[in-house]
């Protein structure tokens, strides 16, 4: 589980990228040219796309994004890639001050009317067939578009509610409920109608959904979204997507479901589908297709010697080691050992050495692994933390992973350490966020003193540094 010293930058997925304006050229005197203002904006690559198509789009020359970019001639962007792209202010191509990333319960039409653009012209710029289907986490160029203002009285006419709605960027139903309405599809012309101001985005669902969202939004390989639904009554949520039906757990009329991307699942569109079955036995379906990106993971090409090489290319030691850990990462509850919202913390002091999904390459071919989390590299004796509380599942002597600890934080949620010189807990014991739980080594199939930190979520590997950076409910 460990590897030669290296370091990899991560990206955080954002759900909204708007364009950066850079800073006007240097000053000159009053008889010199003023430079032209120029901007720089992001561009999501879309299929198909090279860097020869962007710098024609946007009439700049392909070695000065190239340069933005620090990509070197002959390399390849990817589908979803966030790409810098310097444009000056008067060749700005139209649809492109502004991109944006299609949320769960949203259609191309529906985003039109929220953001006041004519649906023709941002179909259009997008390349859009069928603008009343959406896919979530499709980039979306947003057109130049007249500024509003929330917030007031409006009086409705012959339009119905739901136009209004969507100027003012509301759920529809959610400003019928406001005005103590029935029907947001049917008002009385000059009817008085209450906008509430400087409200965020909702999602644009029918009852008895108030809410759904996926965050991130963006979904790559090997990483962990949450679904989060929210209902006018209470009940329970049965949320299918990869073919999996993923558990999820309810507070009334709010309800949350981890999903786990595993590694190498295949980038594309998959139908997503989530059942609410309220208490008194009624229920309604939501489905939308939501595109799996590429998660651009790395490969390592390493050297180890040839005894550690024959342990691990002994297939049914591995198998059965591996077995073992995933029996024991694998089952769900309702309990929830971490603070919902709170960052977790890195398990050492420790230099990141290794990263998680990266393809591991031994000796020139002769095996190849997928690393299942992520290393961090310090001193043997470096102390060994819980990122976040949680309960002891179990601890081990393992051929391959050494003195190992599994830690449980509730939810289908587990984290596992392995290549310790000693472990300073037992199993069934609580941990704390911050308890010491063991000691740094270089136990089991090990060149060097780190822990490899891995979290599973209901026994699919996912990138535990998301967890770090980004905080789940």
């Known amino acids: 589980m460990s590897s030669r010293w290296a370091m990899r930058s991560f990206l955080i997925p954002v759900s909204l990228l708007l364009i950066v304006v850079s800073a006007l050229g240097p000053h000159r005197s009053a008889e010199a040219q003023q430079p032209e203002p120029m901007r720089v904006i992001v561009h999501i690559v879309r299929a198909g796309e090279t860097v020869d198509d962007i710098s024609a789009q946007y009439q700049t020359p392909a070695a000065t994004i190239m340069q933005a970019n620090s990509l070197n001639r002959g390399d390849a962007v990817r589908t979803g890639q966030r790409i810098l792209v310097p444009v000056a202010v008067g060749q700005l191509p139209y649809g492109?001050?502004?991109?944006?990333?299609?949320?769960?319960?949203?259609?191309l039409d529906e985003l039109a009317l929220v953001l006041g653009i004519p649906l023709?012209?941002?179909?259009?710029?997008?390349?859009?067939?069928n603008p009343t289907a959406g896919v979530t986490g499709q980039a979306v160029d947003v057109p130049p578009r007249p500024q509003t203002t929330l917030g007031g009285d409006i009086t409705a006419q012959a339009a119905p509610l739901w136009r209004e709605a969507f100027r003012s960027n509301l759920s529809p139903y959610t400003l019928a409920l406001d005005n103590a309405l029935s029907d947001p599809f049917r008002t009385v012309p000059g009817q008085i109608v209450r906008v509430p101001g400087d409200q965020p985005a909702r999602p644009l669902v029918r009852e008895p959904w108030?809410?759904?969202?996926?965050?991130?939004?963006?979904?790559?390989?090997?990483?962990?979204?949450?679904?989060?639904?929210?209902t006018n009554r209470p009940g329970t949520l049965t949320v299918t997507f990869l073919d999996t039906v993923w558990p999820s757990y309810s507070d009334g009329t709010t309800h949350t479901a981890l999903i786990p991307l595993g590694r190498y699942t295949e980038p594309g569109i998959y139908p997503l589908t989530v059942v609410f079955t309220a208490d008194d036995g009624t229920s309604s379906t939501f489905e939308q297709p939501v595109i799996v990106y590429d998660g651009r993971y790395a490969v390592?090409?390493?050297?180890?010697?040839?005894?550690?090489?024959?342990?691990?290319?002994?297939?049914?030691?591995?198998?059965?080691?591996?077995?073992?850990?995933r029996g024991l990462m694998t089952t769900f509850s309702e309990e929830q050992y971490w603070e919902p919202g709170a960052y977790w913390l890195l398990p050492s002091p420790a230099v990141l050495t290794s990263a998680y999904g990266v393809t591991r390459d031994y000796n020139d071919g002769r095996l190849t692994q997928f690393h299942t989390g992520t290393d961090l590299g310090a001193r043997a004796g470096t102390p060994i933390y819980a990122p976040v509380s949680g309960v002891v599942v179990a601890t081990a002597d393992l051929q391959v992973r050494g003195l190992s600890t599994i830690l449980y934080h509730g939810r289908g949620v587990f984290t596992g350490y392995w290549h310790q010189q000693a472990i300073l807990v037992e199993p069934n014991q609580s941990v704390t966020a911050g308890e010491q739980i063991g000691i740094m080594g270089n136990t089991g199939l090990s060149t060097a003193a780190h822990v490899h930190w891995e979290l599973r979520i209901l026994g699919v590997p996912v990138d535990p540094m998301q967890w770090v950076r980004q905080p789940f409910p």
């Open 120 to 129: 023709l012209d941002l179909a259009r710029h997008n390349g859009a067939v």
């Open 210 to 230: 108030t809410g759904l969202t996926l965050s991130p939004p963006v979904l790559e390989q090997g990483r962990s979204t949450v679904l989060q639904a929210t």
């Open 300 to 325: 390592e090409r390493l050297f180890i010697p040839e005894d550690i090489a024959a342990v691990l290319s002994d297939e049914a030691l591995v198998e059965q080691e591996l077995a073992y850990v």
């Open 96 to 107: 492109t001050i502004e991109q944006t990333t299609l949320g769960l319960a949203q259609s």
